[in-house]
Every structure is written in structure tokens, then in C-alpha cells.
Nanobody, 127 residues
Framework: VQLQASGGGLVQAGGSLRLSCAASGVIYSNDVMGWFRQAPGKDREFVAGIIWRANKKVYADSVKDRFTISRDSATNTVDLQMNSLKPEDTAVYYC?????????????????????WGQGTQVTVSS
């Protein structure tokens, strides 16, 4: 599956941005679409994930109550609405697909579990 992320940019602290990821290919019911981010000099970290059919959502503690992940199965897109942005949210954001077994019902937060990755989009939050 090819993934194309968009929507990054520069925003002041407290502002909002919406990222979108378009997937070309088949996404199965138990697959997970996730968002990760990587700041300079830091490891890639999990931000949010959603089980495709069940619409179950998982968030990193650092973004809970500020970010919202959503999916549109008709258009094969997954969005990340980011509110109350902080300078520490500055990073390159990646969308990724984890092709899960049919019996799976969880979101794996490890980047190594994800098979397909988008190209990344830069989010910069100024103080």
C-alpha cells in the first residue's frame, strides 16, 4: 500500500493543524493506520493509531486530549487533527500501515510493526 501524507506546516503555539494520509491499495478490517513523528536527534515515536474497521483509537500520552485520529473508509484516508499545539510537537510526521492478522484487535505502538510508510510531512510549532 502506498501512503501519501500532507497537511504539515508552520503554526504558532496553541494553534491547530490537520494532517491527512491517503492510502492507495487495500486496507483490511484489522489493519492499523498509525501516525508517528520524529524530531531531530530523537527516535521515531508513536502518536496515534486506529484499527480500520473497529475504529478503535489509541493515543500517546503526550498528545491525548489534544490530537484526534479519524479515518474515512470510503476514501481510504486517515487524518490527524492536532489542536493546542506545543513547540515540542515539532517533528516530521509519518503515516504508516500495520498489516495485522485477522484475529488481531490491538494497536501496536512499535514502529517496527508497521509495513508501509508515507514520505513524512514537517510540522513546526513556534513559541
Amino acid at each position: 500500500v502506498q501512503l501519501q501524507a500532507s497537511g504539515g506546516g508552520l503554526v504558532q503555539a496553541g494553534g491547530s493543524l490537520r494532517l491527512s494520509c491517503a492510502a492507495s491499495g487495500v486496507i483490511y478490517s484489522n489493519d492499523v493506520m498509525g501516525w508517528f513523528r520524529q524530531a531531530p536527534g530523537k527516535d521515531r515515536e508513536f502518536v496515534a493509531g486506529i484499527i480500520w474497521r473497529a475504529n478503535k483509537k489509541v493515543y500517546a500520552d503526550s498528545v491525548k486530549d489534544r490530537f484526534t485520529i479519524s479515518r474515512d473508509s470510503a476514501t481510504n484516508t486517515v487524518d490527524l487533527q492536532m489542536n493546542s499545539l506545543k513547540p515540542e510537537d515539532t517533528a516530521v510526521y509519518y503515516c504508516a500501515l500495520d498489516k495485522r492478522p485477522v484475529y488481531s484487535s490491538r494497536v501496536d505502538e512499535r514502529s517496527t510493526s508497521y509495513n508501509d510508510w508515507g514520505q513524512g510531512t514537517q510540522v513546526t510549532v513556534s513559541s
